[in-house]
């Protein structure tokens, strides 16, 4: 089977650099994908890793290193709107997805 | 900007009625899926649908579920009997040829189970 962990909850302030982790355990790996989700709305696809290293998409980067099963999400110069949940999805075979639990960043002004 | 969108919105059933919902998919995208969120928990995978056949299914996605792609467009899940666990949202989501770990998903349907 598949599991994921995340944190279950972070806080920061605006303007800050916050990193959410996650870890995974599966029975195939394709690649790590991150999603942010508001309140009452989709997830929507952040980034993605199918190999070892740093992405960098504007204010997110998200990493990944296969041989530790682990990566993270980077958001920085965190503002208001970035207040919202965020999945890390492990892609196993072609056509699945499976979801973290979620991790709900709180920014403060 | 493409979006997946789905109908309806919100949909409210009885225990043990069958509810379809519906989703048209990005148009260039070939691989479908269905996912749905108990409020408050993750998201969960339910089925995958490409070259009109299902590709995976998890053990949610049992008897009672099935999904079709009527036309060239639309994108359905059934449910033939409705059960109080069912309540979730349902999201719809597709992807590009090669890139299902890039999902593109719809802005769901909230089914209330009764």
């Known amino acids: 089977g598949q599991s994921l962990e995340q944190p279950s909850e972070v806080t920061a302030v605006e303007g800050a650099i916050v990193q959410i982790n996650c870890t995974y355990q599966?029975?195939?790996?394709?690649?790590l994908s991150w999603y942010q989700q508001h309140d009452g709305g989709a997830p929507t696809f952040l980034s993605y890793?199918?190999?070892?290293g740093l992405e960098e998409t504007g204010r997110f980067s998200s990493f990944l290193s296969r041989s530790d099963s682990y990566g993270y999400l980077l958001l920085q110069e965190l503002q208001m709107k970035d207040s919202a949940s965020y999945f890390c999805?492990?892609?196993?075979?072609?056509?699945?997805?499976?979801f973290g639990d979620g991790t709900t960043l709180t920014v403060k002004p | 900007e493409p979006e997946v969108t789905q109908t309806p919105s919100h949909q409210v059933t009885q225990m043990g009625q069958e509810v379809i919902l519906r989703c048209v998919p990005i148009?260039?995208?070939?691989?479908f899926y269905w996912y749905r969120q108990i409020l408050g928990q993750k998201v969960e995978f339910l089925v995958s649908?490409?070259?009109?056949?299902?590709?995976?299914k998890s053990e949610i996605f049992d008897d009672q579920f099935s999904v079709e792609r009527p036309d060239g467009s639309n994108f359905t899940l059934k449910i033939r009997s409705t059960k109080l666990e069912d309540s979730a949202m349902y999201f719809c989501?597709?992807?590009?040829?090669?890139?299902?770990?890039?999902?593109?998903f719809g802005s769901g349907t909230q089914l209330s189970v009764l």
């Open positions: 999805a492990v892609g196993t075979n072609a056509g699945k997805s499976t």
């Open positions: 989501a597709s992807s590009e040829p090669l890139q299902g770990e890039k999902l593109f």
């Open positions: 148009s260039n995208h070939l691989y």
């Open positions: 890793n199918a190999l070892d």
């Open positions: 599966t029975s195939g790996f394709y690649g």
């Open positions: 649908f490409y070259n009109n056949e299902i590709s995976e």
